[in-house]
Structures are given as structure tokens and as C-alpha cells.
């Protein structure tokens, strides 16, 4: 096998979903695995998955990465997870609601806080982005609306890329960014080779917005939930 070789996409939204098992930290140069480096912690991550189930009941205690369906039905145990992370990384319960939102796409999760006097009021978390990517995608993002909610609640800076919310998110682990996945072509401007948008398929209509010029549709990508962008294979 070529090991110049992209992953796919499905490969790399799998590892994605489970990245806590080979990259707890979140060090790993996702832009630059082959394919056989994601096939390879893709099987780790398989034989890991298979015995934490068989040694799932025997703890009560909480323990995040044991976590892989969470309720839809309600929001119930969403919050009841949300509030777990809440009082193990920060100290503190989370006292605003936390729900399942379904019109929610262009984000993984959402921080609501009232601007003028800049009070929490509630997390949400994309429903469909749990479909995506699976249970242990959620709590990652819960981790991060967390850090903007209790940042918010101290009366320090909580906008992502505040250097405060970036240090919270670096000591629990949380992704930097809760944004809305996207894949497809990466293309650019024909006269002045600027990076324009992301599109599936070549529309004749498609312009640059820098020159009004044609598009060029070069490498095929996947832009993950936490802003990272990995070339892949079709
Ligand atoms: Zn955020
Ligand atoms: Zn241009």
C-alpha cells in the first residue's frame, strides 16, 4: 500500500469520534496520517472499545470515556453528564439547562448566555452532530461549552479564542472549536489563487468572491468539529 495515501473521510470522522483513546491530549497532526496511520489507530481504537465493554459494569464511579449512547428521548441524561463533567473539571454543578437542540447544524454545541448582563442561560448540543460522530463527540463538546460557561460565570473573558478560554480548554482536554463539520473541495480563485469556499460539486453559477472569477476545485477535505482541516480521499 502507497503510505503517501489519504484516509478517507469515513475513517477520519471514526477517529475523530473516538480520538480520546489514541490522543487523549490532542497532539496528533491529524493533517498528516496516511491512510495505514488511521487504519492502524482505528483497530486500536476497535480492540479498545471491545474491552471496556466487557469491564463496563463492574464500575459506578464516574468515568467519561465508558459513556458511548446517550438518551435522545429527553434531554435528562444529557444534563446528567454535562453536570458530571461540570462538578469533576470546574468544581461546581452546572445550574443552567443543557439540551439536545435538532435545528442546531452549523455548530456541535452552543453556549447561550444573556448579552447585556452577560448570564449563562443555557448549553445546547447539535443532535444531529451526536448522529455524526457519536457520544464521546458530545461530552467533548459539553467540555467546551462548560469553559465558556463557567468563565462567563467568574466574569472572565469566555469567547473562543480568549486566552483564558483556550487555557481552560488545554487543562480538561477540550477541543478549541465546536463547529459545524464540513467536507468537499477546497477551491480557489482562478486570477488571484485565494482560498474560496468549500463546495461538493463544480457549479458553472460558482464564483470567486475575490475577482468574480472561476473556480479552481483542488484537494478534497473534511473540516472537523474542533476546526481542524485534514485533506482526504473521496
Ligand atoms: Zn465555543
Ligand atoms: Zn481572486
Same mark, same amino acid.
Given at each position: @500500500?502507497?503510505? !503517501? +495515501?489519504?484516509?478517507?473521510?469515513? @475513517?477520519? !470522522?471514526?477517529?475523530?469520534?473516538?480520538?480520546?483513546?489514541?490522543d487523549?491530549t490532542?497532539?496528533? @497532526?491529524? #493533517?498528516k496520517?496516511?491512510?495505514?496511520?488511521?487504519y492502524?489507530?482505528?483497530? +486500536?481504537? /476497535?480492540?479498545?472499545?471491545k474491552e471496556?465493554?466487557?469491564?463496563?459494569?463492574s464500575?459506578?464511579?464516574?468515568?467519561e470515556?465508558?459513556i458511548?449512547?446517550?438518551?435522545?428521548?429527553?434531554?435528562? #441524561?444529557?444534563?446528567?453528564?454535562?453536570?458530571?463533567?461540570?462538578?469533576?473539571?470546574?468544581?461546581?454543578?452546572? /445550574?443552567?439547562?443543557?439540551e439536545?437542540?435538532?435545528?442546531?447544524?452549523?455548530?456541535?454545541g452552543?453556549?447561550?448566555?444573556?448579552?447585556?448582563?452577560? /448570564?449563562?442561560?443555557?448549553?445546547?448540543q447539535?443532535l444531529?452532530?451526536?448522529?455524526?460522530?457519536?457520544?464521546?463527540?458530545?461530552i467533548?463538546?459539553? /467540555?467546551? #461549552?462548560?469553559?465558556?460557561?463557567?468563565l462567563?460565570?467568574?466574569?472572565?473573558?469566555?469567547?473562543?479564542?480568549?486566552?483564558?478560554?483556550v487555557?481552560?480548554?488545554?487543562?480538561?482536554?477540550?477541543?478549541?472549536f465546536?463547529?459545524k @463539520?464540513? #467536507?468537499?473541495? +477546497?477551491?480557489y480563485?482562478s486570477?488571484?489563487s485565494?482560498?474560496?469556499?468549500?463546495?461538493?460539486?463544480?457549479r458553472?453559477?460558482?464564483k470567486?468572491?475575490c475577482?468574480?472569477?472561476d473556480?479552481?476545485? !483542488?484537494?478534497y477535505?473534511?473540516r472537523?468539529?474542533?476546526?481542524?482541516?485534514? +485533506?482526504?480521499?473521496?
Amino acid at each position: @500500500m502507497n503510505s !503517501k +495515501q489519504k484516509p478517507t473521510a469515513l @475513517m477520519l !470522522k471514526y477517529l475523530y469520534a473516538h480520538l480520546f483513546v489514541v490522543d487523549p491530549t490532542r497532539e496528533l @497532526m491529524l #493533517e498528516k496520517l496516511s491512510y495505514q496511520d488511521v487504519y492502524e489507530l482505528i483497530q +486500536q481504537i /476497535k480492540r479498545f472499545t471491545k474491552e471496556k465493554q466487557q469491564s463496563l459494569s463492574s464500575s459506578t464511579s464516574f468515568q467519561e470515556h465508558v459513556i458511548w449512547r446517550i438518551d435522545t428521548s429527553s434531554s435528562e #441524561e444529557l444534563y446528567q453528564i454535562g453536570n458530571k463533567l461540570s462538578l469533576q473539571y470546574f468544581g461546581r454543578p452546572c /445550574k443552567v439547562p443543557i439540551e439536545w437542540d435538532k435545528s442546531v447544524k452549523d455548530a456541535a454545541g452552543r453556549f447561550i448566555f444573556e448579552r447585556t448582563h452577560q /448570564k449563562p442561560i443555557k448549553i445546547v448540543q447539535s443532535l444531529w452532530q451526536y448522529t455524526q460522530f457519536g457520544a464521546q463527540h458530545v461530552i467533548a463538546t459539553l /467540555k467546551h #461549552e462548560l469553559a465558556h460557561y463557567h468563565l462567563c460565570l467568574q466574569k472572565k473573558p469566555f469567547a473562543d479564542g480568549a486566552p483564558e478560554f483556550v487555557a481552560e480548554c488545554r487543562r480538561i482536554g477540550a477541543p478549541l472549536f465546536a463547529v459545524k @463539520m464540513l #467536507e468537499g473541495y +477546497q477551491t480557489y480563485c482562478s486570477v488571484c489563487s485565494a482560498k474560496a469556499e468549500v463546495l461538493k460539486k463544480p457549479r458553472k453559477k460558482d464564483k470567486s468572491p475575490c475577482c468574480k472569477a472561476d473556480l479552481v476545485f !483542488k484537494e478534497y477535505i473534511i473540516r472537523l468539529p474542533d476546526g481542524r482541516i485534514v +485533506q482526504v480521499e473521496v
